[in-house]
């Protein structure tokens, strides 16, 4: 009986319509009563228990950052701002539709309704906030907003990159929730940065993201994870605002960082960089240090590394400590790493990440051996970390006096034989003059006794180095009188003869 009375009160038409209409409003008194349309909405990924209230942007809390890149995620949620460009329907309403792009401030005007604030809130946020206010003049409104064309992303790269600051950077493809859209990723970034400094820590790349109104999000990145395992995941898409800030690394492993040279995120191998070398090489100073291109400059080519520096510095000297060089490196945060470098491991074993890559601002230092022995000196002297030649000037009494050429490390014996030997009547065979002009422009004066039977030795038979120069004297009391009545103040002939020979 129920039933069929039930099923007679739907058939009439206006009692139908008035129970469904009750229906609706236990359904959803809220949204009636409000004259708002119940819309599907599709909500962000709150990382939290709390119920948010409608119509209102969520604020989301920081997370703190934790080892594993795969247990965290950024709100990829597109929120509006100033530059984009937007299409608000307001349905059965035309003449309320239209365009706008969204000021610097986030607001656009509306007819009607006036000024209504946009910055931060999704689409489907703005279309709930625009069909709020429109409610109280228009009977259950209904909105939707679409996004034409969205604004660049601007971001802000810190810390350990070639040139840290602020970038824009633009989107491809599609726009704003368009599947199409493709954002610019952190690996885009860095790169757009000139790339990572060879003292960054990749593991622990951080990206900041502010969200809602106040709230920001962190999470730490393993990039070089990502270039051992391939997980594009671990490269996440940017957003309007971001901040990527690159650690400097606690300590440097010579392997990795050769490793983070050779990665599409670090700086250009072929990027000039001015590094200053010190110490024993044969021209101590500041050197453009650049990809090899096979000049006379330029070595051997390759990378950017210690030994280039090195062959464009003129080559070690013979009293070269090329086991205990280092490298002193500034850092970003204002600091200096300092890194040992050990030269004769990779002439011995190969090991060529001892010859670290240079990067803009290094120091290299090459300190003085305590002792060099005979055997070790011709080893260097072959290699390409010493000159292919030096010149020493041989002058006075010998048979070929001049400018002579001979290999890194040669003795003093060497030189003497290369000039010809003595000159057999007017030579004095016991000892001769040994002029150095220091690094510092001192010029030293000494005197060697000479005896060809003996070995390589800092007493008889001392190395020479580039632009020394041995005077050979006369004889007997010619010689004191010849050489005293050519000297025009202190030192006066052994300047002349620099000047002759070396070009100083």
């Not at 039933?3 to 949204?31: D, E, R």
């Not at 491809?172 to 859209?181: H, I, L």
């Not at 070089?224 to 492993?253: N, Y």
């Not at 632009?467 to 005293?484: A, M, W």
Request: proline share 7%; glycine share 10%.
């Amino acid at each position: 009986m129920f039933n069929t009375g039930l099923l007679k009160f739907l058939t009439q038409s206006s009692m139908g319509v008035a129970f469904c209409t009750a229906i609706n409003f236990a359904v959803s008194p809220v949204s009636l009563a409000q004259g708002q349309p119940v819309l599907p909405t599709a909500k962000p990924v709150i990382p939290t228990s709390q119920t948010i209230p409608p119509n209102r942007t969520p604020v989301i809390p920081t997370l703190q950052q934790v080892p594993s890149a795969t247990s965290q995620q950024l709100d990829s949620t597109y929120t509006l701002g100033g530059g984009d460009r937007i299409r608000v329907n307001v349905f059965e309403v035309p003449e309320y539709t239209g365009e706008y792009q969204i000021p610097p401030g986030g607001a656009i005007t509306l007819p009607l309704i006036g000024s209504v604030p946009l910055q931060g809130l999704t689409t489907e946020q703005a279309s709930d906030e625009i069909a709020r206010r429109y409610s109280r003049y228009l009977k259950r409104p209904l909105i939707s907003v679409n996004l034409l064309s969205s604004r660049p992303i601007n971001i802000f790269v810190a810390g350990e990159v070639t040139r840290p600051g602020s970038y824009t950077l633009s989107l491809s493809g599609g726009a704003g929730d368009n599947p199409g859209v493709q954002y610019p990723t952190v690996l885009a970034a860095l790169t757009t940065a000139q790339g990572v400094t060879l003292a960054a820590d990749v593991t622990q790349v951080e990206v900041r993201r502010k969200v809602g109104r106040g709230g920001e999000q962190r999470v730490t990145l393993n990039l070089k994870e990502a270039v051992q395992t391939g997980q594009v995941g671990q490269d996440i898409t940017l957003r309007d605002g971001d901040t990527i800030f690159v650690p400097t690394a606690s300590s440097f492993d010579k392997a990795e960082a050769r490793n983070l040279a050779a990665s599409n995120f670090a700086a250009s191998p072929s990027t000039p960089r001015t590094v200053a070398i010190i110490g024993e090489v044969n021209r101590p100073g500041s050197y453009l240090v650049t990809t090899g291109g096979g000049g006379a400059e330029g070595g051997a080519g390759g990378l950017p590394t210690v030994t280039r520096a090195i062959q464009l510095a003129g080559g070690i000297t013979g009293q070269a400590d090329i086991r205990s060089l280092k490298l002193r490196r500034p850092t970003r945060t204002g600091s200096e790493q300092t890194i040992d470098i050990n030269l004769w491991q990779l002439l011995q074993s190969g090991d060529v990440n001892q010859d670290i890559i240079v990067q803009d601002g290094d120091t290299i230092v090459i300190p003085t051996a305590t002792d060099v022995t005979a055997a070790e000196a011709t080893q260097l002297a072959n290699t390409t970390l010493s000159p292919n030649t030096i010149q020493v000037g041989v002058v006075g009494e010998v048979k070929r006096p001049g400018a002579t050429e001979l290999k890194p490390n040669s003795s003093l014996n060497q030189a003497l034989l290369a000039a010809g030997g003595f000159n057999d009547s007017r030579a004095s065979r016991a000892a001769v003059d040994l002029v150095r002009l220091n690094p510092d422009g001192s010029v030293t004066k000494r005197v060697v006794k000479v005896n060809f039977a003996d070995g390589i030795n800092e007493a008889t038979n001392p190395i020479l180095r580039n632009n020394d120069v041995v005077i050979v004297s006369r004889n007997g009391l010619t010689k004191t009188s010849e050489t005293l009545g050519a000297i025009s103040g202190p030192f006066g002939v052994i300047l002349n003869v620099l000047r002759l020979f070396t070009g100083f």
